[in-house]
């Protein structure tokens, strides 16, 4: 049985050769075959072609790793193992064997047990060798493959170009390539709540499409369980859902991967969750998380920063730490754990995956290979998730950490509120606190309010980005990158808090600062503010006004009487009548289905 395919960079997916194999300058890759001069060599201990093998045998039944290659030549074949232990990295070699094929030929080499990451090394014995790829096989028994077909649920708003990329590339790949073994496996499931999708053309028999009310991620994924569970009824026999964001670039090799873990998972993990790690769209081997822990709203991302070209990165990756949940990015779960009982909350975006991930997360498998890209979230700035966050953590907190007292919550609000003001954004202040006021309505709020409509009212409040040319402040790119690494000393740092960062001085500036990365500094005795986006190249403006200052504080020491008196209350309610908002019947009159 396949293990892993010996991956190639490709340009649908990734094109970082070190990701894939690491080469010496006499082995030249061209395409999908390297050819070789006396010495040259390659190896795989890399994010794609290395095999995390103490994680397939703690989770899976595998039995006895071999490798099978394909080459032309003189070679010598190295198979090894390697280990982070502290800062250092064992290397350990298990075999050699002396490969002379006349003609393109497949060899198999069987690997000795070991720990760590298993690799290989090739290394040419004479000029004008070639290595022309292979796999990892596995003995495992008949008895202990599952039976597995995996429903991928996608929710979109009015993304139709990575749609129709993805869907693509799903069908090039597997839905419509009849070597895959998914292909008859894998079943797509798109909630387009932006209704923009052109549905006739791109449903297919394993592809199905729906229009969905725009009530945000929550209730797109929502819908594609509902989905599912309705096909399901009909025969679908679909095992497990995988959740992926729309803006993602998918590697099928992933889908792959995910799906030979589930086949042959032993029974004591059979409830499972398997997560895809996060990478940059814009730096591709940047690991932005693999698993994360919600710690009550002090969120840790695990694995973070990472570069996956580095050997140390892919192994420091086989590290397993605590996780809580895997972000809807990339993770699947068995089909089981979707119930009519037990679907996702309706807070509209952000803390959805989190939630349920507290509620139904026992095991998470996380490996190396299986990630999507995304754009990075400081490229996504809104003024609209001031209102979300908040309103947000603290539910989830209500529904899983009761211990989160409201001092806690309390302290949180005056810290988020007070740095808004700070940065002259009094427009984010006030969603912040409408976004508390809100929580602190309780669930029967939460239940007849409209998302949609919501959705639009928080829109209209916040902040407005406009190119920059559109704006009354000058903008000056060495300005921008000033204000990204400017500072204060020591003494100067007291003054500014004891001034109020500036607040009862005469402001005597103008600045241009990031959108996502604001520091209190960038404020100090600034007339206005240019918040600027370097990707799309827009901003908008904010401009100090003790006026509008003094007000949020007088919303804000109001909203905090109001948390220290119903905060405890309606935590415990959430707690107690979590259910009438997770089961299918609140869900279909939600969404008017």
């Not at 047990?113 to 495992?140: P, S, T």
């Not at 707690?575 to 009159?589: A, L, Y």
């Amino acid at each position: 049985m396949i293990l892993q395919n010996v991956l190639w960079p490709s340009a649908d997916i990734c094109m970082q050769e070190d990701m894939y194999f690491r080469g010496s300058a006499k082995a030249i890759r061209i395409g999908n075959y390297f050819r070789f001069e006396k010495g040259g060599s390659i190896s795989t201990d890399t994010y794609f072609n290395g095999v995390s093998i103490n994680k397939w045998k703690k989770y899976t039944n595998i039995d006895k790793l071999r490798l099978v290659i394909k080459l032309q030549g003189s070679f010598r074949v190295s198979l090894a193992y390697k280990q982070k232990v502290h800062k250092k990295i064992h290397e350990k070699v298990v075999r050699e064997a002396y490969i002379q094929n006349q003609n393109q030929e497949e060899i198999t080499l069987d690997f000795p047990e070991g720990e760590g990451m298993a690799f290989f090394n090739v290394e040419a014995l004479e000029n004008g060798g070639k290595f022309l790829g292979g796999r990892y096989d596995i003995d495992v028994s008949e008895k202990q493959i599952r039976d597995v077909k995996i429903g991928i649920g996608i929710c979109t708003y009015r993304r139709e170009s990575y749609i129709e990329h993805n869907l693509e590339v799903l069908k090039k790949y597997i839905l419509e390539n009849p070597n895959s073994e998914l292909s008859e496996r894998l079943e797509v499931f798109i909630s387009d709540n932006g209704q923009t999708l052109n549905i006739e053309k791109l449903n297919g028999q394993s592809i199905h499409i729906v229009k969905n009310k725009n009530a945000g991620g929550a209730a797109g994924f929502a819908r594609d369980m509902i989905e599912v569970l309705d096909a399901n009824r009909r025969g679908a026999g679909i095992t497990h859902l995988l959740l992926m964001d729309d803006d993602v670039t998918i590697d099928p090799e992933a889908i792959l991967k995910t799906y030979r873990i589930l086949a042959y998972l032993k029974e004591e993990y059979a409830d499972a969750f398997i997560g895809g790690a996060m990478l940059r769209s814009d730096a591709r081997s940047i690991q932005v998380e693999a698993g994360a822990s919600w710690n009550a709203g002090k969120l840790i991302s695990l694995k973070k920063n990472l570069d996956m070209k580095s050997c140390d990165a892919c192994l420091y990756n086989e590290t397993e730490e605590y996780a809580e949940f895997n972000a809807w990015w990339y993770c699947c779960f068995p089909i089981s754990v979707v119930s009519e009982k037990n679907l996702p909350i309706p807070i509209f975006f952000r803390g959805d995956d989190v939630e349920y991930g507290l509620r139904n997360m026992k095991h998470l498998i996380l490996m190396n290979g299986i990630c999507v890209w995304h754009e990075p979230f400081e490229y996504k700035y809104s003024s609209v998730l001031s209102y979300y966050l908040l309103r947000n953590q603290f539910i989830d907190n209500a529904l899983h950490f009761p211990n989160y007292k409201r001092k806690r919550a309390m302290q949180e609000v005056r810290d988020r509120i007070i740095r808004e003001i700070l940065y002259y954004r009094y427009k984010n202040a006030d969603l912040i606190i409408r976004g508390v006021q809100d929580f602190l309505k309780g669930i029967d709020w939460l239940k007849k309010t409209d998302g949609e409509v919501l959705h639009k009212e928080i829109l209209a409040v916040g902040y407005k980005t406009l190119p920059i040319e559109q704006l009354a402040v000058p903008f000056s790119y060495p300005v921008y990158e000033n204000s990204l690494t400017e500072n204060d000393t020591r003494f100067r740092r007291i003054l500014r808090l004891a001034c109020g960062n500036g607040y009862i001085l005469h402001a005597k500036r103008d600045n241009v600062v990031s959108m996502s990365s604001i520091r209190p500094y960038n404020a100090y005795r600034a007339r206005r503010l240019l918040n600027y986006d370097v990707i799309t190249g827009k901003g908008f403006i904010t401009e100090k006004n003790s006026k509008k200052a003094i007000q949020c504080l007088i919303s804000m020491a109001k909203l905090i009487k109001d948390m220290n008196q119903n905060y405890d209350k309606v935590a415990r309610e959430y707690r107690k009548r979590c259910g009438e908002i997770q089961n299918i019947q609140f869900w279909k009159k939600y969404l008017e289905i």
